[in-house]
């Protein structure tokens, strides 16, 4: 992982470097919250990194929701 201060603007070389970390770790699963955690930045940091270096980011999962009465209908088992 590159040793960067933290809040230090990130440019160049180093950016390139970090943006490759990130996708990597991001491609084995890892989530954008765990990555901005583990680096120091924020998640608004990280999500740009990543969309800028062309991943294709994940969906949040979790549970969707219906607009329909018939969705949950069904969700209940009715």
Same mark, same amino acid.
């Given at each position: 992982?590159a040793v960067?201060?933290?809040g230090? @603007? *990130?440019?160049g070389p180093?950016r390139? =470097?970090l943006a490759? !970390?990130?996708r990597?770790?991001?491609?084995? &699963? $890892?989530? *954008?919250r !765990?990555?901005?955690?583990s680096?120091?930045r924020?998640y %608004?940091?990280v999500? @740009? /990194?990543?969309? !800028?270096? &062309? /991943? =294709?980011? @994940?969906g949040? %999962?979790?549970?969707t929701?219906? =607009?329909?009465? &018939?969705?949950?209908?069904r969700a209940?088992? $009715?």
């Amino acid at each position: 992982m590159a040793v960067l201060k933290k809040g230090a @603007r *990130i440019t160049g070389p180093d950016r390139t =470097k970090l943006a490759a !970390e990130l996708r990597k770790a991001y491609d084995k &699963g $890892k989530s *954008i919250r !765990e990555l901005a955690d583990s680096h120091g930045r924020s998640y %608004g940091f990280v999500h @740009r /990194v990543l969309s !800028e270096s &062309g /991943v =294709k980011l @994940r969906g949040r %999962g979790g549970a969707t929701r219906s =607009k329909s009465s &018939g969705g949950k209908a069904r969700a209940r088992g $009715k």
